[in-house]
């Protein structure tokens, strides 16, 4: 599934890796140690994709304590920096959760994660989309503290365009990033960018345009829990739309995801991906700069001396949690989660809504299979009531090993209901009698 209106965007991020790499972005090879060094070598962060071929040819590393990294000795708990197994295993416990509650507030969103620290959260996202088939999910706004430094709006918002952001579209771009005493300025600043635009129809992006922030030991916002989302978004458009906002940096309310509670051992999945826990593969990001070609990039800060060190430990961090979340008792986990929320998580339900109906029924067939359909059980309800795949399977089960007669012609019935060439009431006649209705049973033209 390609959104063809980011053409211009994957155009543009060609040129940022050309404008950031000093050496040639590894290519795969069939010798792991040796695509592993190219890796190392990279001065971007390795790809999902990457990591994949990795792992397509290689072996994992066990994760394990790095004592041997440097710590700031300064922070507290240094204790649990580069405790490698300690972080793996609180994200991999948590993520389910915050993916079953990201679908839930915005179904189908395409999810920006912000700076160095949602780097493997970002990986963990987009690895477990693209298990299922969706390689476009997920996107990377490369910001720091640094990049605020003479970003005027209307910077910030062709920003904002050229990581996917389209104002008219039907798919919701949602900002994630860790919340913490800066308040999620970053965030803020884009979202202020957008919704300044247009101050009288910003109520109207709350739904299409908004933001997550992670709520860890350090954040100092309200809590506005995302799984009452719907509540919250409901509240903010009455009031943006009935109040002249004219400070959208300071007034927007950013969603929280996590405990309310202080955690005071800092061990939860909204940390598992700060840098000064687990180390990041290069120096932070600065102001933005052009290219050549026009495209807005980052400038880095200088990397750190350890960094050779560092990045064999992201390595294996990366290899051990894109692996995690690919395997199916990854996926099982996030749809028990979703079931607490009283919704089902399939992989229909990952198919954008506004995609043509043929790329539905193509990611049901893909799961379930349509020769696996039973005649009166399909027959009886109309495919576009099955809001999940669990419905459908649901559906289908006491009639699979059926073998009556009217089978195939059920089926083409149930191939063209879905794709809207036939109303439901011709369908369930067709399925119940092995035929067509006549000209004189049809109720009118059929609509």
Not at 11 to 21: D, E, H, N, R
Not at 101 to 109: H, K, Y
Not at 129 to 140: E, H, I, L, N
Not at 171 to 185: E, N
């Amino acid at each position: 599934m390609i959104r063809q209106s980011r053409a211009l965007f994957l155009i543009g991020w060609i040129s940022v890796l050309g404008f950031w790499s000093s050496s040639v972005v590894a290519q795969p090879s069939s010798d792991p140690e040796e695509y592993r060094a190219l890796l190392l070598n990279q001065s971007i962060r390795p790809s999902v994709k990457q990591i994949e071929n990795l792992l397509a040819i290689g072996v994992v590393t066990p994760l394990r304590n790095r004592t041997d990294l440097p710590k700031y000795e300064h922070k507290p708990r240094h204790d649990l920096q580069y405790n490698y197994p300690i972080w793996f295993a609180t994200l991999i416990a948590g993520a389910p959760k915050m993916i079953a509650e990201f679908e839930n507030s915005f179904p189908g969103a395409t999810w920006a994660f912000i700076g160095r620290d949602m780097g493997i959260i970002a990986d963990l996202f987009e690895a477990f989309y693209r298990s299922s088939g969706q390689t476009d999910r997920v996107v990377r706004i490369n910001m720091s503290t640094g990049t605020l430094k003479g970003l005027t709006p209307e910077l910030a918002f062709e920003y904002l365009t050229q990581h996917g952001y389209e104002e008219n579209s039907k798919t919701p771009f949602i900002l994630v990033d860790s919340v913490s005493r800066g308040g999620g300025r970053q965030g803020r600043t884009l979202i202020a960018a957008a919704y300044s635009r247009d101050p009288k129809t910003a109520y109207q992006k709350l739904s299409k345009l908004n933001y997550i922030g992670l709520r860890v030991v350090t954040t100092e916002i309200p809590d506005s829990p995302l799984k009452l989302s719907k509540d919250i978004l409901r509240v903010e458009s009455y009031l943006y739309k009935n109040e002249l906002i004219e400070d959208f940096f300071t007034r927007h309310r950013i969603l929280t995801f996590g405990d309310n509670q202080v955690r005071e051992d800092f061990i939860s999945c909204n940390e598992a991906g700060y840098e000064h826990w687990i180390g990041a593969w290069h120096g932070s990001y600065g102001p933005l700069s052009r290219t050549q070609d026009g495209i807005l990039v980052p400038q880095r800060g200088p990397d750190s001396a350890y960094s050779k060190s560092i990045r064999e430990a992201v390595l294996d961090y990366q290899l051990n949690v894109i692996q995690a979340v690919q395997k199916p008792k990854f996926l099982n986990k996030v749809e028990q989660e979703a079931k607490i929320l009283d919704y089902h998580f399939s992989q229909v339900s990952l198919v954008q809504q506004d995609e043509p109906p043929v790329t539905r029924i193509n990611a049901l067939i893909q799961r379930v299979g349509i020769d696996s359909a039973a005649h009166v059980s399909i027959a009886m309800k109309s495919f576009r009531e099955l809001k999940t795949i669990q419905e459908y399977e649901d559906l289908i089960k006491p009639a699979k090993n059926s073998q009556n007669a009217a089978y195939k012609k059920a089926k083409r019935a149930f191939k063209r209901n879905v794709l809207g060439i036939y109303p439901f009431w011709h369908f369930k006649h067709w399925a119940k009698n092995g035929s067509r209705p006549s000209s004189t049973q049809s109720r009118g033209n059929g609509q």
